[in-house]
């Protein structure tokens, strides 16, 4: 045999050990999760190796558990998922309204500093979120700002907004400049070039962006476990399931189910809009 | 904010009128300054954001990391207090500083390593079309995608000694003698051939979970670069009899260098400053006390914000330190080699 043939051969069948072996590593911890949650605390402790719930098993009683509010004796997941739906679309409207600007000034105009300033919002991950941590908390503090979700809002946007401009940067400079000079030729304004004409053309970026924006915000757990700790009535999801998996009085499968019911909304999302993003709305946007 | 030609904003961030103290008004502005101001005004919103949740926090952490403050004080506390160099001195003579930096190295090359490398390895086996590609292409970004707090807990459930799944599946089918703690053993003693060799157990825990969940990040920039390489490059080498492994090693790998140098400075500055994975797993016990856990520790548990600044203050300089060494060495042979 060749070595063209032999190295064919054993890239051709490695090929397949490795797909096999990702699908293994990525999809088995959630089914592991999903399967977990599904049973009572008593048959994960009798037997931990097992795989599969076996149907008298079988039990929704740990998501009832999770989601029922506290004064039912529940853990109220229900409240702690609606904090974190507000601070991450208040995260997502603001930073999109910061960044869509922002990146248009970016990618067309101009402007004293367009060179230095990608650089400098850049620069912000170059510090670790703990260095910001200290004054970030004591100036919300004396705002009376700490506890409240408002203020994690603004601190998600100044984490999110250098990677949106970037992003829709990215996009926006493929969008062809006649479009815009065909717009300002019918006489719009370049706010109206803007919200007319671009935004339309960007829809996709904007939903990646938006997407992006959203699962950092939603997953985010430094900056809440700072700032909202002392109260439990603003906790966010992330924050509350790793606030109760440090004690023993709830019992591992219904934290399961609160894991479960951390992670369906973002994956969901992913899920649907990861078809939308393939739609390229700018081909023919250009043609006569 | 909204409008270019409001005179308000655009007064602030335009540059200074002209003197004399003329109206403006009369004077039509040229085409280049009209675009100036729109850009000012635009990426103002922004600028202003970070400014006061970033800019303003990094130059008070560096007012802080010169004085003695503690939480407490720190609310009465004026910008100027008395300068010390106390801080840093603590942090350099207290005890596990070195060894708590040497961990966050071990941590940072190993799970940047680590994700690139998978990353690398998934988007060539995932680069051909195959029957179900699209599916485990979507689940591959499930680690990246899902919250940080439920796959570390679901690691910890996972890899527990009392009713984990690893260790039950690890004493029926690989016959070991005892429960593995993996997430709280700091030293496990392995016989292999003779040799005993103690594995930091725990740290290489985390970084195995760092490269689980972050190389899906690198895969799919790969991937990415890849598709666009163009076929007639490969097909041009296997015509002249490159094998498949020669094909990638200089066809494919030329092509890919910049992409993944762009990955490693990424990864490395992520994971060098990388807080919840490690706190989540192990809290920082077991030998996995990366420095941005001990940060957090003087934060919370000894009330020193001057010594927690200065400490992060230390860290960000080595981070800025060995990219400064990174891009003077070998940014410029990745641009030849692209």
Partial sequence: MTRARFEERLFGTLRWVVIAFLALITLVPFYYMVMLSLKPIDALLVDPGSMWVSAKDLTAATYRDVLKSTDDGGQGFLKLMLNSALVSLGTVALTLAAAVPGSYAVSRLRFFGSRQVSAVFLAVYLFPATLLAVPLFVMFARLGLSGSLVGLAIVYVAQTVPVSIYMLKNYLVTIPYAVEEAAALDGCSRLQTLRRVVLPLAAPSLMATGLYVFMIAWNEFLFALLFLAADPESWTVSLGLAQLSNGVEVSKTVLMAGSVVLTVPVVLLFFAAERLLTEGLTSGADKS | ?338
Wanted: aromatic fraction near 12%.
């Fill in chain 2, 1 to 338: 904010m909204t409008t270019i030609d409001s005179r308000g904003t655009a007064k602030q961030a335009g540059p200074r009128p002209p003197a004399g103290g003329r109206p403006r008004a009369r004077r039509p502005l040229t085409a280049s300054r009209r675009e100036n101001r729109a850009g000012l005004a635009f990426v103002s919103p922004t600028f202003l954001v970070v400014l006061v949740v970033v800019i303003v926090p990094i130059l008070w952490t560096v007012l802080l990391a010169f004085q003695d403050a503690k939480l407490v004080d720190i609310q009465g506390m004026g910008l100027f207090g008395n300068w010390s160099l106390e801080n840093f001195t603590d942090v350099f003579a207290s005890a596990g500083f070195w060894s708590s930096l040497g961990t966050t190295l071990v941590y940072t090359v190993g799970a940047t390593a680590g994700s690139v490398l998978l990353g690398l390895v998934a988007a060539l086996a995932l680069r051909r079309p195959f029957r179900g590609r699209g599916l485990l292409r979507g689940s591959m970004l499930l680690p990246y995608v899902a919250p940080v707090v439920a796959v570390t807990f679901v690691w910890q459930v996972a890899l527990s000694p009392q009713y984990g799944v690893v260790n039950e599946w690890g004493r029926d089918v690989f016959g070991w003698d005892d429960p593995v703690a993996f997430l709280s053993t700091r030293q496990y003693e392995v016989n292999l051939l003779g040799w005993h060799v103690d594995l930091p157990l725990a740290l290489l825990t985390v970084i195995a979970f760092e490269v689980w969940r972050y190389f899906p990040f690198a895969f799919l920039f790969l991937l990415a670069r890849l598709q666009a390489v163009p076929d007639t490059l490969e097909e041009a080498a296997t015509v002249d009899g490159a094998t498949v492994s020669q094909r990638f090693r200089h066809v494919l790998l030329p092509q890919l260098m910049p992409v993944i140098a762009l990955l490693c400075v990424l990864r490395f500055i992520m994971t060098f400053n990388k807080f919840d994975d490690v706190y989540l797993l192990t809290g920082g016990g077991a030998g996995t006390d990366v420095a941005a856990v001990r940060v957090y520790e003087f934060l919370t548990s000894r009330f020193d914000v001057g010594a927690a600044a200065a400490q992060a203050l230390v860290l960000a300089v080595v981070l800025t330190a060995l990219l400064g060494v990174y891009f003077r060495f070998f940014a410029k042979r990745v641009q030849e080699e692209a």
